[in-house]
């Protein structure tokens, strides 16, 4: 199959939709589909082509919302090399410039177009009304959401039932909601495949010692986390275990705030903030983690929790949807439901390192639910299913070849 996923983040971006992205496109390609990419060029205003044509980088205008550009719905300069593709299906993974221009290219190319739907868009709508309007602005939110996901695709795919209720409870959506849980390559956090002499490396950059229990957040650092929740409820930890830090991995708009928070709470020798990381460095902190914490309430699956899981480390969450569904309570971590709850869970977790063990082998293995594979698996059933017995394309540009070497056979007779 020549599948053609266009995207607004792809690496060197690090979030989860991109993870997932690269994810699944290596997956795929282990299973011997062509995959293509059209995304953002993060850097300048050129486009550049990558990997002998595979990936297109767009130009696009920065937004002002943390890395984000945004391309003109239809850049010429791409199409032609778009064609010669010759796409079976198309996969977009947003709802902004790129994935507009999925939606003519599939309909210029007659090429069905399946989508994922990623982000809970109104819980982020505060950061462009800045609070005026919000109620007119998640109508507005809800209209553009319902028509890009009706009039436009064959098929949606959401990660967890939390979103599928958001269009059909709440948006009233008819058509095919296909719930797959995003996969990860749960093999890069196993703990047996990272390098001890790094993972040493880190413990000493990071001021780790061996009788130190780490608590690890990793995500961006901003309002709709709730980072705060874990630096404040942080201090009643480290009164009873002034060996236990808060390790916060991640960059974003609130990293500075949240820097002052930590010295205002009079603990900031026992929480460590390491901004933006490399994306190939990831499993290193998780591995020099003993637990794992999220506070967050905007997450459609929360990839981190699951990486996290894959490393081996006890998750402690917030008893919301998005994580009900992956964190099996008392098994593989727990769920809170107030600030009184997450302490006294940590508690028993920071106390105990034969718990943290017990939970974190069980975490792993439940991981395996969510490896890249089983997603690829579940991804391709619905791309099928938007091909409606639609015959498989062949590659213009072998094609070419072939018949311009047979050509050159005749010539040469």
């Known amino acids: 199959m020549r599948i053609g996923i266009f995207t607004d983040t792809y690496p060197p971006f690090i979030n989860g939709v991109s993870t997932s992205i690269q994810m699944l496109e290596n997956a795929l390609r282990k299973k011997g589909h062509k995959v293509f990419i059209v995304t953002v060029n993060p850097d300048d205003m050129k486009y550049h082509f990558e990997d002998n044509g595979r990936i297109i980088r767009i130009p696009g ?28 299906i198309i996969h977009t993974h947003t709802e902004f410039g790129i994935g507009t221009f999925a939606r003519v290219i599939g309909k210029q190319f007659d090429i069905p177009v399946v989508h994922t739907y990623h982000t809970m868009y109104e819980d982020y709508v505060h ?7 919000d109620k007119s602005s998640k109508k507005i939110v809800e209209y553009l959401t319902k028509f890009y996901c009706d009039k436009t695709i064959e098929e949606l795919i959401v990660p967890t039932k939390k979103t599928y209720d958001l269009f059909k409870e709440k948006y009233k959506y008819d058509r095919n ?41 990793v995500g961006r650092i901003a309002s709709e986390k709730s980072v705060d929740f874990l630096i404040e409820n942080h201090v009643n930890i480290v009164k009873k275990y002034k060996n236990c830090k808060l390790l916060i991995v991640g960059d974003g708009p609130d990293l ?6 930590a010295k205002k709470c009079k603990i900031e020798n026992n929480v460590i903030f390491t901004g933006r990381v490399p994306w190939n460095e990831i499993p290193i902190y998780y591995n020099v983690s003993d637990i794992f ?5 905007t997450e459609t699956q929360g990839l981190t929790v699951i990486e996290a899981m894959a490393s081996s480390l006890p998750v402690v969450a917030l008893n919301d949807e998005s994580f009900r569904n992956v964190v099996i309570d008392s098994l593989t971590g727990y769920l809170f439901d107030s600030k009184k709850e997450y302490v006294n869970r940590m508690l028993e977790l920071v106390s105990s390192d034969e718990k943290r063990k017990k939970m974190g082998t069980q975490a792993r293995i439940n991981s395996g639910t969510y490896s890249s594979k089983y997603f690829a698996e579940r991804v391709l059933d619905v791309y099928r299913l938007a091909l409606k017995g639609r015959p498989l394309k062949k590659d213009k540009s072998f094609m070419a070849r072939l018949k311009n070497t047979i050509k050159r056979g005749f010539h040469g007779q």
């Open 61 to 88: 205008i920065p937004t002002g919302i943390y890395d984000y550009r945004l391309t003109t719905f239809y850049p010429i300069k791409a199409v032609n090399t778009i064609k010669d593709w010759n796409l079976d």
């Open 127 to 133: 950061y462009i009304t800045k609070g005026y309007f």
């Open 177 to 217: 909601v296909h719930i797959i849980p995003t996969g990860i390559e749960t093999e890069r956090f196993y703990r047996e495949k990272i390098d001890v002499e790094k993972l040493n490396q880190m413990k000493k950059n990071l001021g780790i010692n061996d009788k130190d229990v780490v608590v690890l957040f």
């Open 256 to 261: 500075e705030e949240y820097k002052k928070l």
């Open 293 to 297: 914490v999220t506070a967050s309430h």
